[in-house]
Protein backbone atom coordinates (compact mmCIF):
# COMPACT_ATOMS: atom_id res chain seq x y z
CA UNK A 1 0.00 0.00 0.00
CA UNK A 2 1.01 3.20 -1.25
CA UNK A 3 2.47 5.84 2.00
CA UNK A 4 -0.10 8.50 1.20
CA UNK A 5 -3.17 5.49 1.34
CA UNK A 6 -1.53 4.34 4.32
CA UNK A 7 -1.83 7.49 6.49
CA UNK A 8 -5.87 7.57 5.01
CA UNK A 9 -6.86 4.13 6.30
CA UNK A 10 -5.39 5.02 9.26
CA UNK A 11 -7.20 8.18 9.85
CA UNK A 12 -10.43 6.50 8.39
CA UNK A 13 -10.47 3.24 10.84
CA UNK A 14 -10.42 2.54 14.61
CA UNK A 15 -8.81 -0.50 16.28
CA UNK A 16 -10.58 -1.48 19.14
CA UNK A 17 -8.95 -3.29 22.57
CA UNK A 18 -11.97 -5.07 24.96
CA UNK A 19 -9.55 -5.93 28.12
CA UNK A 20 -6.81 -3.35 29.33
CA UNK A 21 -4.73 -5.88 31.70
CA UNK A 22 -1.15 -5.67 31.01
CA UNK A 23 -1.38 -6.93 27.62
CA UNK A 24 -4.30 -4.74 26.35
CA UNK A 25 -2.23 -2.29 27.63
CA UNK A 26 0.94 -2.88 25.62
CA UNK A 27 -1.51 -3.69 22.47
CA UNK A 28 -3.14 -0.34 23.32
CA UNK A 29 0.47 1.95 23.37
CA UNK A 30 1.92 0.18 20.64
CA UNK A 31 -0.78 0.16 17.86
CA UNK A 32 -1.88 4.15 18.60
CA UNK A 33 2.35 4.97 19.21
CA UNK A 34 2.08 3.88 15.31
CA UNK A 35 -0.57 6.06 14.01
CA UNK A 36 -3.55 4.11 14.43
CA UNK A 37 -6.81 5.39 16.46
CA UNK A 38 -7.54 3.29 19.55
CA UNK A 39 -10.75 2.65 21.27
CA UNK A 40 -10.48 1.10 24.50
CA UNK A 41 -12.27 -0.15 27.52
CA UNK A 42 -11.93 -2.25 30.53
CA UNK A 43 -14.49 -2.99 33.26
CA UNK A 44 -16.55 -0.29 33.99
CA UNK A 45 -14.87 0.64 37.42
CA UNK A 46 -11.47 1.09 35.96
CA UNK A 47 -12.55 3.57 33.73
CA UNK A 48 -11.73 6.89 35.13
CA UNK A 49 -8.87 5.27 36.32
CA UNK A 50 -7.63 4.63 32.73
CA UNK A 51 -9.17 7.65 31.11
CA UNK A 52 -6.50 9.85 33.53
CA UNK A 53 -3.83 7.09 32.54
CA UNK A 54 -3.86 7.57 28.47
CA UNK A 55 -4.99 11.09 28.59
CA UNK A 56 -1.86 12.48 27.20
CA UNK A 57 -2.07 10.11 24.08
CA UNK A 58 -4.46 12.01 21.41
CA UNK A 59 -5.14 8.53 19.37
CA UNK A 60 -6.43 7.07 22.44
CA UNK A 61 -10.17 6.73 23.25
CA UNK A 62 -11.39 5.43 26.61
CA UNK A 63 -14.92 4.00 26.27
CA UNK A 64 -17.32 3.25 29.23
CA UNK A 65 -17.43 -0.23 27.99
CA UNK A 66 -16.99 -2.84 25.60
CA UNK A 67 -20.56 -2.16 23.63
CA UNK A 68 -19.39 1.31 23.01
CA UNK A 69 -16.07 0.19 21.71
CA UNK A 70 -17.56 -2.81 19.58
CA UNK A 71 -19.87 -0.28 17.45
CA UNK A 72 -17.14 2.45 17.14
CA UNK A 73 -14.28 0.20 15.90
CA UNK A 74 -13.31 -1.68 12.56
CA UNK A 75 -10.89 -4.00 14.36
CA UNK A 76 -11.85 -5.08 17.86
CA UNK A 77 -9.41 -7.38 19.86
CA UNK A 78 -10.54 -9.17 23.00
CA UNK A 79 -7.70 -9.09 25.22
CA UNK A 80 -9.27 -11.08 28.46
CA UNK A 81 -8.69 -13.94 30.04
CA UNK A 82 -9.43 -16.78 28.39
CA UNK A 83 -11.93 -18.45 31.16
CA UNK A 84 -13.58 -15.41 30.52
CA UNK A 85 -13.64 -15.27 26.60
CA UNK A 86 -16.86 -16.68 26.53
CA UNK A 87 -19.07 -14.57 28.76
CA UNK A 88 -17.07 -11.27 27.23
CA UNK A 89 -18.03 -12.40 24.04
CA UNK A 90 -21.70 -12.69 25.04
CA UNK A 91 -21.76 -9.66 26.12
CA UNK A 92 -20.25 -7.23 23.85
CA UNK A 93 -20.60 -9.47 20.41
CA UNK A 94 -24.15 -8.60 19.38
CA UNK A 95 -23.03 -5.02 19.50
CA UNK A 96 -20.15 -5.59 16.84
CA UNK A 97 -20.36 -2.57 14.05
CA UNK A 98 -21.51 -4.03 10.94
CA UNK A 99 -18.36 -5.97 8.39
CA UNK A 100 -15.74 -4.93 11.47
CA UNK A 101 -13.03 -7.52 11.86
CA UNK A 102 -13.01 -9.36 15.09
CA UNK A 103 -9.92 -11.06 17.31
CA UNK A 104 -8.81 -11.91 20.43
CA UNK A 105 -5.29 -12.27 22.05
CA UNK A 106 -5.68 -15.24 24.18
CA UNK A 107 -3.16 -17.88 24.82
CA UNK A 108 -5.83 -20.77 24.00
CA UNK A 109 -7.93 -20.20 20.37
CA UNK A 110 -10.22 -23.15 20.71
CA UNK A 111 -12.74 -21.51 23.22
CA UNK A 112 -12.24 -18.09 21.59
CA UNK A 113 -13.10 -19.35 18.38
CA UNK A 114 -16.25 -21.23 19.44
CA UNK A 115 -17.30 -18.22 21.24
CA UNK A 116 -16.76 -15.86 18.23
CA UNK A 117 -18.86 -17.93 16.08
CA UNK A 118 -21.28 -18.37 18.87
CA UNK A 119 -22.12 -14.71 19.39
CA UNK A 120 -21.01 -12.86 16.36
CA UNK A 121 -22.69 -11.52 13.83
CA UNK A 122 -22.41 -13.48 10.49
CA UNK A 123 -21.26 -10.38 8.78
CA UNK A 124 -18.39 -9.81 11.20
CA UNK A 125 -15.01 -11.47 9.92
CA UNK A 126 -12.52 -12.88 12.19
CA UNK A 127 -8.72 -12.74 12.60
CA UNK A 128 -7.43 -13.96 15.51
CA UNK A 129 -3.72 -12.85 17.14
CA UNK A 130 -1.42 -14.16 19.68
CA UNK A 131 2.13 -12.13 20.81
CA UNK A 132 4.25 -15.06 21.81
CA UNK A 133 5.84 -12.91 24.96
CA UNK A 134 4.63 -11.24 27.86
CA UNK A 135 3.74 -7.03 28.20
CA UNK A 136 7.55 -6.26 29.51
CA UNK A 137 9.39 -7.96 26.46
CA UNK A 138 10.41 -5.87 23.47
CA UNK A 139 7.99 -7.00 20.58
CA UNK A 140 10.39 -6.57 18.04
CA UNK A 141 11.73 -9.75 16.34
CA UNK A 142 8.82 -11.86 18.53
CA UNK A 143 6.72 -13.99 16.72
CA UNK A 144 2.65 -12.93 16.64
CA UNK A 145 0.84 -15.43 15.47
CA UNK A 146 -1.59 -14.59 13.25
CA UNK A 147 -5.21 -16.73 13.02
CA UNK A 148 -7.22 -16.17 9.07
CA UNK A 149 -10.47 -17.92 10.92
CA UNK A 150 -13.34 -15.92 8.28
CA UNK A 151 -11.87 -13.36 6.44
CA UNK A 152 -11.59 -11.35 3.20
CA UNK A 153 -8.21 -10.93 1.53
CA UNK A 154 -8.73 -6.93 2.24
CA UNK A 155 -9.45 -7.65 5.60
CA UNK A 156 -6.74 -9.96 5.99
CA UNK A 157 -4.15 -7.43 4.81
CA UNK A 158 -5.94 -4.66 7.09
CA UNK A 159 -4.96 -6.98 10.21
CA UNK A 160 -1.51 -7.47 8.78
CA UNK A 161 -0.75 -3.64 8.61
CA UNK A 162 -2.32 -2.94 12.23
CA UNK A 163 0.06 -5.87 13.17
CA UNK A 164 3.01 -3.81 11.39
CA UNK A 165 2.97 -1.73 14.34
CA UNK A 166 4.85 -4.03 16.52
CA UNK A 167 7.93 -4.83 14.49
CA UNK A 168 7.14 -9.02 15.26
CA UNK A 169 7.87 -11.72 13.15
CA UNK A 170 4.26 -12.54 11.76
CA UNK A 171 3.48 -16.26 11.71
CA UNK A 172 0.80 -17.51 10.28
CA UNK A 173 -0.94 -20.84 11.89
CA UNK A 174 -4.76 -22.08 11.94
CA UNK A 175 -6.58 -22.66 15.51
CA UNK A 176 -5.70 -25.83 15.82
CA UNK A 177 -2.07 -25.89 14.99
CA UNK A 178 -2.00 -22.71 17.44
CA UNK A 179 -2.91 -24.52 20.21
CA UNK A 180 -0.94 -27.66 19.18
CA UNK A 181 1.94 -25.62 19.33
CA UNK A 182 1.77 -23.70 22.37
CA UNK A 183 1.24 -26.40 24.17
CA UNK A 184 4.10 -28.38 23.01
CA UNK A 185 5.79 -24.87 23.36
CA UNK A 186 4.75 -23.21 26.48
CA UNK A 187 2.71 -25.78 28.54
CA UNK A 188 5.11 -27.84 29.64
CA UNK A 189 7.74 -25.54 30.20
CA UNK A 190 5.53 -23.73 32.46
CA UNK A 191 4.62 -26.38 34.37
CA UNK A 192 8.19 -26.89 35.12
CA UNK A 193 8.96 -23.60 36.66
CA UNK A 194 5.76 -23.74 38.62
CA UNK A 195 6.69 -26.74 40.26
CA UNK A 196 10.43 -25.35 41.02
CA UNK A 197 8.79 -22.66 42.94
CA UNK A 198 6.28 -24.65 44.88
CA UNK A 199 9.11 -27.13 45.95
CA UNK A 200 11.53 -24.40 46.92
CA UNK A 201 8.56 -22.87 49.08
CA UNK A 202 7.53 -26.20 50.70
CA UNK A 203 10.87 -26.25 51.52
CA UNK A 204 10.87 -23.10 52.97
CA UNK A 205 14.27 -22.34 50.19
CA UNK A 206 15.07 -18.89 48.84
CA UNK A 207 17.42 -20.96 46.32
CA UNK A 208 19.46 -18.19 45.22
CA UNK A 209 20.67 -18.05 48.95
CA UNK A 210 21.96 -21.76 48.58
CA UNK A 211 25.49 -22.14 47.12
CA UNK A 212 24.13 -25.14 45.42
CA UNK A 213 21.31 -23.28 43.57
CA UNK A 214 23.78 -20.69 42.20
CA UNK A 215 25.53 -20.13 38.93
CA UNK A 216 25.32 -21.72 35.53
CA UNK A 217 22.11 -23.29 34.90
CA UNK A 218 20.26 -23.09 38.08
CA UNK A 219 20.74 -18.85 37.31
CA UNK A 220 18.27 -19.70 34.50
CA UNK A 221 16.07 -21.73 36.61
CA UNK A 222 15.71 -19.26 39.40
CA UNK A 223 15.09 -16.40 37.03
CA UNK A 224 12.51 -17.95 35.23
CA UNK A 225 11.00 -19.52 38.20
CA UNK A 226 10.10 -15.91 40.11
CA UNK A 227 9.51 -14.15 36.17
CA UNK A 228 6.47 -16.26 36.08
CA UNK A 229 5.73 -15.92 39.90
CA UNK A 230 5.51 -12.32 39.39
CA UNK A 231 2.99 -12.42 36.23
CA UNK A 232 -0.74 -12.62 36.92
CA UNK A 233 -1.83 -16.66 37.29
CA UNK A 234 -4.44 -16.32 34.95
CA UNK A 235 -1.51 -15.79 32.10
CA UNK A 236 -0.75 -19.62 32.56
CA UNK A 237 -4.04 -20.88 34.00
CA UNK A 238 -6.04 -20.49 31.16
CA UNK A 239 -3.20 -22.32 28.09
CA UNK A 240 -2.92 -24.83 30.42
CA UNK A 241 -6.30 -25.43 31.93
CA UNK A 242 -8.09 -24.96 28.43
CA UNK A 243 -5.93 -26.42 25.70
CA UNK A 244 -6.67 -30.91 25.60
CA UNK A 245 -3.02 -30.85 24.23
CA UNK A 246 -1.93 -28.97 27.68
CA UNK A 247 -3.25 -31.18 29.83
CA UNK A 248 -2.14 -33.92 28.12
CA UNK A 249 1.97 -32.87 27.56
CA UNK A 250 1.56 -31.34 31.57
CA UNK A 251 0.61 -34.83 32.40
CA UNK A 252 3.06 -36.93 30.93
CA UNK A 253 5.83 -34.32 32.36
CA UNK A 254 4.40 -35.62 35.59
CA UNK A 255 5.39 -39.00 34.92
CA UNK A 256 8.92 -38.50 34.07
CA UNK A 257 9.56 -36.87 37.19
CA UNK A 258 8.30 -39.58 38.80
CA UNK A 259 9.40 -42.23 37.16
CA UNK A 260 12.72 -40.89 36.65
CA UNK A 261 12.88 -40.16 40.32
CA UNK A 262 11.75 -43.52 41.35
CA UNK A 263 15.13 -44.65 39.40
CA UNK A 264 17.37 -42.33 41.35
CA UNK A 265 15.73 -43.70 44.88
CA UNK A 266 16.28 -47.39 43.79
CA UNK A 267 19.65 -46.90 42.84
CA UNK A 268 18.82 -47.93 39.32
CA UNK A 269 22.26 -46.64 37.48
CA UNK A 270 21.62 -49.30 34.44
CA UNK A 271 17.57 -47.97 34.13
CA UNK A 272 18.38 -44.50 34.97
CA UNK A 273 21.21 -44.59 32.37
CA UNK A 274 19.17 -46.20 29.64
CA UNK A 275 16.63 -43.93 30.06
CA UNK A 276 18.04 -40.83 29.80
CA UNK A 277 20.22 -41.69 27.14
CA UNK A 278 17.37 -42.90 24.95
CA UNK A 279 15.56 -39.83 25.02
CA UNK A 280 18.54 -37.69 24.25
CA UNK A 281 19.12 -39.75 21.29
CA UNK A 282 15.72 -39.33 20.63
CA UNK A 283 15.68 -35.44 20.68
CA UNK A 284 19.26 -34.62 20.42
CA UNK A 285 20.32 -37.35 18.19
CA UNK A 286 21.10 -35.50 15.24
CA UNK A 287 23.21 -32.78 16.59
CA UNK A 288 27.14 -33.62 17.89
CA UNK A 289 27.93 -32.44 20.85
CA UNK A 290 30.42 -29.36 19.32
CA UNK A 291 27.79 -27.91 17.11
CA UNK A 292 26.40 -24.66 17.90
CA UNK A 293 25.01 -24.41 21.43
CA UNK A 294 22.22 -22.21 22.49
CA UNK A 295 23.48 -21.37 25.42
CA UNK A 296 27.18 -21.04 26.50
CA UNK A 297 28.77 -21.17 30.05
CA UNK A 298 29.66 -17.58 29.71
CA UNK A 299 25.80 -16.57 29.28
CA UNK A 300 24.56 -18.87 31.85
CA UNK A 301 27.39 -17.69 34.72
CA UNK A 302 26.14 -13.79 34.17
CA UNK A 303 23.15 -13.62 35.79
CA UNK A 304 22.97 -14.70 39.02
CA UNK A 305 20.75 -13.22 42.63
CA UNK A 306 23.30 -15.06 44.57
CA UNK A 307 27.05 -15.18 45.37
CA UNK A 308 28.31 -17.34 43.25
CA UNK A 309 30.55 -20.49 44.90
CA UNK A 310 34.11 -20.99 43.61
CA UNK A 311 33.14 -24.35 43.02
CA UNK A 312 30.01 -25.47 41.36
CA UNK A 313 28.24 -28.08 43.31
CA UNK A 314 26.95 -31.11 40.95
CA UNK A 315 23.13 -31.56 40.83
CA UNK A 316 20.78 -34.32 39.46
CA UNK A 317 18.81 -31.67 37.40
CA UNK A 318 15.88 -33.85 37.53
CA UNK A 319 13.73 -31.05 36.14
CA UNK A 320 15.72 -30.98 32.77
CA UNK A 321 15.98 -35.02 32.71
CA UNK A 322 12.62 -35.25 32.81
CA UNK A 323 11.69 -32.49 30.83
CA UNK A 324 13.70 -34.50 27.33
CA UNK A 325 12.20 -37.32 28.68
CA UNK A 326 8.83 -36.12 28.23
CA UNK A 327 9.29 -34.40 24.97
CA UNK A 328 10.97 -37.70 23.79
CA UNK A 329 7.44 -39.84 25.08
CA UNK A 330 5.14 -37.90 23.18
CA UNK A 331 7.03 -37.51 20.02
CA UNK A 332 7.90 -33.82 20.48
CA UNK A 333 11.09 -32.44 18.18
CA UNK A 334 11.34 -28.70 20.42
CA UNK A 335 13.17 -27.50 17.46
CA UNK A 336 10.56 -27.77 14.70
CA UNK A 337 9.05 -24.40 17.14
CA UNK A 338 11.54 -22.12 17.55
CA UNK A 339 9.74 -19.54 15.23
CA UNK A 340 6.39 -20.20 16.82
CA UNK A 341 8.73 -19.93 20.56
CA UNK A 342 8.43 -17.86 23.62
CA UNK A 343 11.85 -16.26 25.04
CA UNK A 344 11.21 -19.02 28.06
CA UNK A 345 10.88 -21.63 25.80
CA UNK A 346 13.93 -20.65 23.96
CA UNK A 347 15.75 -20.68 27.30
CA UNK A 348 14.29 -23.78 28.72
CA UNK A 349 15.52 -25.78 25.31
CA UNK A 350 18.75 -23.34 25.54
CA UNK A 351 19.87 -25.22 29.18
CA UNK A 352 17.98 -28.52 28.45
CA UNK A 353 20.04 -28.95 25.13
CA UNK A 354 23.21 -27.35 26.95
CA UNK A 355 22.92 -30.29 29.75
CA UNK A 356 22.02 -32.92 27.04
CA UNK A 357 25.33 -32.30 24.52
CA UNK A 358 27.81 -31.67 26.89
CA UNK A 359 28.70 -35.33 27.26
CA UNK A 360 30.91 -34.78 30.37
CA UNK A 361 28.16 -32.72 32.36
CA UNK A 362 25.15 -35.33 31.99
CA UNK A 363 27.81 -38.36 32.86
CA UNK A 364 28.12 -35.84 35.91
CA UNK A 365 24.40 -35.46 35.92
CA UNK A 366 23.69 -39.31 35.84
CA UNK A 367 26.73 -39.90 38.37
CA UNK A 368 24.91 -37.68 40.89
CA UNK A 369 21.37 -39.17 40.32
CA UNK A 370 22.24 -42.47 42.28
CA UNK A 371 25.82 -41.44 44.15
CA UNK A 372 24.76 -38.27 46.15
CA UNK A 373 21.70 -38.05 48.09
CA UNK A 374 22.26 -34.05 48.67
CA UNK A 375 19.09 -32.82 46.41
CA UNK A 376 17.23 -35.76 47.32
CA UNK A 377 14.97 -34.35 49.37
CA UNK A 378 14.19 -31.26 46.72
CA UNK A 379 13.48 -33.83 44.60
CA UNK A 380 10.89 -35.39 46.65
CA UNK A 381 9.01 -31.75 46.78
CA UNK A 382 9.76 -31.39 42.92
CA UNK A 383 7.91 -34.59 42.17
CA UNK A 384 5.15 -33.80 44.41
CA UNK A 385 4.50 -30.28 43.07
CA UNK A 386 4.67 -31.66 39.42
CA UNK A 387 1.96 -34.66 39.75
CA UNK A 388 0.01 -31.40 42.40
CA UNK A 389 0.28 -29.07 39.57
CA UNK A 390 -0.91 -31.94 36.62
CA UNK A 391 -3.57 -32.84 38.86
CA UNK A 392 -4.70 -29.39 38.84
CA UNK A 393 -4.92 -28.61 35.87
CA UNK A 394 -6.61 -32.22 35.15
CA UNK A 395 -9.02 -30.96 37.39
CA UNK A 396 -9.71 -27.97 35.57
CA UNK A 397 -10.45 -25.59 38.78
CA UNK A 398 -9.68 -22.25 37.81
CA UNK A 399 -9.82 -21.05 41.70
CA UNK A 400 -7.78 -24.31 42.59
CA UNK A 401 -4.62 -23.24 40.11
CA UNK A 402 -5.16 -19.46 41.51
CA UNK A 403 -4.74 -20.53 45.09
CA UNK A 404 -1.46 -22.65 44.24
CA UNK A 405 -0.10 -19.87 42.07
CA UNK A 406 -0.65 -17.56 44.87
CA UNK A 407 0.67 -19.06 47.59
CA UNK A 408 3.85 -19.62 45.98
CA UNK A 409 3.59 -16.10 44.75
CA UNK A 410 3.36 -14.36 48.29
CA UNK A 411 6.51 -16.49 49.02
CA UNK A 412 8.94 -15.15 46.69
CA UNK A 413 7.12 -11.60 46.19
CA UNK A 414 10.15 -9.83 48.50
CA UNK A 415 12.22 -10.61 45.68
CA UNK A 416 10.28 -9.56 42.47
CA UNK A 417 11.59 -6.27 41.00
CA UNK A 418 15.54 -7.80 41.30
CA UNK A 419 14.03 -10.80 39.84
CA UNK A 420 12.67 -8.92 36.96
CA UNK A 421 15.21 -6.96 36.24
CA UNK A 422 17.71 -9.67 36.08
CA UNK A 423 15.60 -11.84 34.12
CA UNK A 424 15.24 -9.25 31.53
CA UNK A 425 18.71 -8.60 30.76
CA UNK A 426 18.92 -12.11 30.56
CA UNK A 427 16.25 -12.70 28.24
CA UNK A 428 17.37 -10.06 26.27
CA UNK A 429 20.93 -11.17 26.53
CA UNK A 430 19.91 -15.05 25.33
CA UNK A 431 17.44 -13.84 22.50
CA UNK A 432 20.63 -12.04 20.82
CA UNK A 433 21.83 -15.26 21.00
CA UNK A 434 19.18 -17.82 19.89
CA UNK A 435 17.84 -15.31 17.26
CA UNK A 436 20.62 -15.89 14.93
CA UNK A 437 19.78 -19.43 14.97
CA UNK A 438 16.19 -18.18 14.59
CA UNK A 439 17.14 -16.58 11.26
CA UNK A 440 19.59 -18.24 9.77
CA UNK A 441 16.78 -19.22 6.90
CA UNK A 442 14.33 -17.10 7.66
CA UNK A 443 14.48 -13.44 6.44
CA UNK A 444 14.15 -11.03 9.84
CA UNK A 445 11.49 -8.70 7.47
CA UNK A 446 9.70 -11.83 6.07
CA UNK A 447 6.40 -13.35 7.75
CA UNK A 448 6.66 -16.85 8.52
CA UNK A 449 4.34 -19.13 7.83
CA UNK A 450 3.34 -22.99 9.04
CA UNK A 451 1.79 -23.36 5.36
CA UNK A 452 0.06 -21.23 3.17
CA UNK A 453 -2.18 -18.72 4.16
CA UNK A 454 -5.92 -19.86 4.65
CA UNK A 455 -7.77 -18.70 1.69
CA UNK A 456 -10.99 -16.24 2.37
CA UNK A 457 -14.04 -18.28 3.88
CA UNK A 458 -17.42 -17.39 2.96
CA UNK A 459 -20.48 -17.02 4.82
CA UNK A 460 -23.36 -19.18 4.39
CA UNK A 461 -26.65 -17.29 5.23
CA UNK A 462 -27.09 -19.33 8.18
CA UNK A 463 -24.22 -17.95 9.70
CA UNK A 464 -21.51 -20.54 9.49
CA UNK A 465 -18.23 -20.57 7.32
CA UNK A 466 -17.12 -22.93 4.70
CA UNK A 467 -13.87 -22.68 2.47
Known amino acids: MAPDHFHTE??????????????????????????????????????????EEFNDRKNVCILPNGHLVSRASDYIIYSVEAEAIGQVVAQYGHSTKMNAIVGGQTSCKAPEVAAFEQYLPSDVEIVSCHSLHGPNVDPKGQPLVL??????????????????????????????????????????????????????RANNQFPWEIARYVGGIENV?????????????????????????????????????????????????????????????????????????????????RFSLGRAPQTKMPNNHLSLLAMVDCWWKRGINPYDHMICSTPLFRMWLGVTEYLFRKPGLLEEVMNTAIEDATFRRDDLEFTFAARGWSECVSSGDFRRYQDRFEETQAYFAPRFPEATRVGSEMIKTILEKTNVEVETDISADAPVSYGPVPPPLVTKSNGTAQQ
Open 147 to 200: IRHRASDASFKRVERVMSSFGSKLVYLSAEEHDRITADTQAVTHAAFLSMGTAW
Open 10 to 51: QASIAVGIIGMGDMGKMYTRIISDAGWRVNACDRPDKYEALK
Open 221 to 301: KINLTLRIYSNKWHVYAGLAILNPSAKEQIKQYAESVTELFNLMVVGDRHGLRRRITTAGEAVFGNMTSDAQLLLRDEVLD
